[in-house]
């Protein structure tokens, strides 16, 4: 099946500061990316879509300027937290498509950010 | 708007016995149905997914589901549980190729020796 890695799957930073997230489809073009975050023992709620080359839409309730998707090429895409809050600390999972017709959508590993 | 709701957030069964985990779904439009397993700290593994085609799906690990329209459902079985079921399952859906899935809340899966 097709594989999508993300990295890192541990971060922890300080109050703050950056954290960047990266996603790649390793063995297929994925036309479109999600990107979910799952509270401890919660189900995963949908943050924004992004589209190779055109801007991420966000779902309602999710700050654009706080959480920064790029999705650069057809295997790539990154969530940047700025300015990491506690708050934000969280399970994010990317995941990806390739478009075809059967919906499934590939999963990475999740990133594990805490931010003290 | 589609949806999922899982019933019951924790099922208990013992080595050996009937796993079944239910999902009810509601979209206005034929369903894309899947269900996934988590393991903790880990992503989503795809156990099977339902698109249109047989009703009764086979996937991995001896699970199975069957999507009956008339009941809105795609509710998951093995017939014989193992350890290494133990685990968070996933139902989702959507309703068109390369859109985002929606998932239930999710259900976690002991299973007692």
């Known amino acids: 099946g097709a594989v999508v890695s993300q990295h890192p799957s541990r971060v922890i930073c300080k109050s703050g500061t950056s954290v960047k997230i990266e996603c790649r489809s390793l063995?297929?073009?994925?036309?479109?990316m999600f990107w979910y975050r799952q509270f401890p023992k919660q189900s995963l709620m949908l943050m924004a879509t992004?589209?190779?080359?055109?801007?991420?839409?966000?779902e309602q309730g999710v700050e654009k300027d706080k959480f920064l998707i790029n999705h650069a090429s057809l295997t790539l895409s990154t969530l940047t937290v700025t300015s990491a809050h506690p708050e934000d600390s969280s399970f994010y999972i990317c995941?990806?498509?390739?478009?075809?017709?059967?919906?499934?959508?590939?999963f990475g590993e999740g990133s594990r950010l805490t931010v003290l | 708007a589609q949806s999922v709701t899982q019933l019951g957030s924790h099922v208990s069964v013992s080595e050996g016995a009937l796993v079944l985990l239910r999902c009810n779904y509601s979209?206005?439009?034929?369903?894309?149905l899947f269900w996934y397993v988590q393991y903790p700290n880990q992503g989503l593994q795809l156990l099977l997914k339902?698109?249109?085609?047989?009703?009764l799906v086979k996937g991995i690990n001896g699970f199975e589901a069957e999507f009956k329209k008339s009941e809105t459902s795609f509710h998951l079985t093995k017939p014989s549980a193992h350890m290494s079921d133990a685990a968070e399952y996933f139902c989702?859906?959507?309703?068109?190729?390369?859109?985002?899935?929606?998932f239930g809340k999710g259900t976690t899966l002991s299973v007692s020796s």
């Open positions: 995941s990806a498509t390739s478009g075809d017709y059967t919906g499934e959508l590939f």
């Open positions: 063995d297929f073009q994925a036309t479109t």
């Open positions: 992004s589209n190779e080359g055109s801007k991420a839409t966000y």
């Open positions: 979209s206005s439009v034929p369903p894309y």
């Open positions: 339902y698109t249109s085609a047989a009703t």
């Open positions: 989702a859906v959507s309703v068109q190729a390369g859109t985002a899935l929606i």
